[in-house]
């Protein structure tokens, strides 16, 4: 006889385990929600860092052809420059790979970079918040458990 086995988790109810196995079950729900908590401000950062692409995007403009500008070669340093094309710009995206693009192609790009991390954020609040019902509840668990080990009679 073949054994089949189930690809999905086996669910167990919180109630039936015992005071050591919660306390387990708390502390791993405590690193994802960590984990959880740790990628939601990341992508809000990505998020932030895109939508401040679209202003500077916005601040290219053909009235400041031929202006001195600063051009960013790290995180903190700029150098001068002359800006000689307002209409396109060159983007980055992703792993080493610069593009360039119009002004308006290079917006949409970025307005499609925010969109898709607002969605990834929507779908991680959801989760964030569902781990912490659930964390919840396996606090009220583990204090009603507590309660009632103490309220028993010890035997000797």
Do not use: W
């Not at 970025?110 to 959801?126: A, C, G, M, S």
């Amino acid at each position: 006889m073949a054994s089949t086995t189930s690809t999905q988790p086996q669910q167990i109810n919180v109630a039936d385990l015992d005071i050591q196995q919660l306390s387990d079950v708390r502390r791993q729900l405590e690193e994802e929600l960590n984990h959880l908590t740790n990628s939601f401000a990341q992508l809000k950062q990505a998020q932030a860092k895109f939508k401040s692409c679209i202003e500077n995007v916005g601040e290219v403009k053909p009235q400041n052809k031929g202006t001195t500008i600063l051009v960013p070669l790290t995180n903190s340093l700029y150098v001068p420059g002359h800006l000689s094309d307002a209409e396109n710009v060159i983007v980055d995206v992703g792993t080493g790979y610069y593009v360039k693009k119009s002004r308006a192609q290079a917006t949409k790009y970025y307005e499609t970079k925010v969109e898709y991390i607002r969605t990834n954020l929507d779908t991680l609040q959801e989760t964030i918040q569902k781990k912490q019902e659930n964390m919840t509840y396996l606090v009220n668990v583990m204090q009603a458990k507590l309660q009632q080990s103490q309220a028993q009679p010890t035997k000797v």
